[in-house]
């Protein structure tokens, strides 16, 4: 069996290679609640660009689901709070 670590830190390089993509940032929390970030393909001021774009994508699908009414109920009443505030 391969070493769990090595086998971590080639994740983003293996992605990068089985998709053809030209950048691969793979974000992994493990169980003890610490955070990796691996990356093939771009340095430090590529990743930080893809990492805000991921950000606001994924704030984008967050929000569409709050205005879906598909997110949980905290993020429902925060909309329903937001709403009357505009009103």
Not at 75 to 81: F, G, L, T
Request: glycine residues 6%; proline residues 1%.
């Amino acid at each position: 069996m391969s070493n769990p670590e090595q086998t971590i830190n080639s994740i983003a390089e293996k992605i990068r290679a089985a998709t053809d993509e030209q950048s691969v940032i793979v974000l992994i929390r493990h169980k003890n609640n610490s955070v990796s970030m691996l990356a093939d393909g771009c340095g430090h001021a590529v990743a930080n660009e893809m990492l805000a774009l991921g950000i606001h994508i994924n704030m984008k699908q967050y929000d569409a689901k709050v205005l879906a009414g598909e997110a949980g109920a905290d993020a429902q009443a925060i909309a329903k709070e937001i709403e009357a505030a505009n009103a």
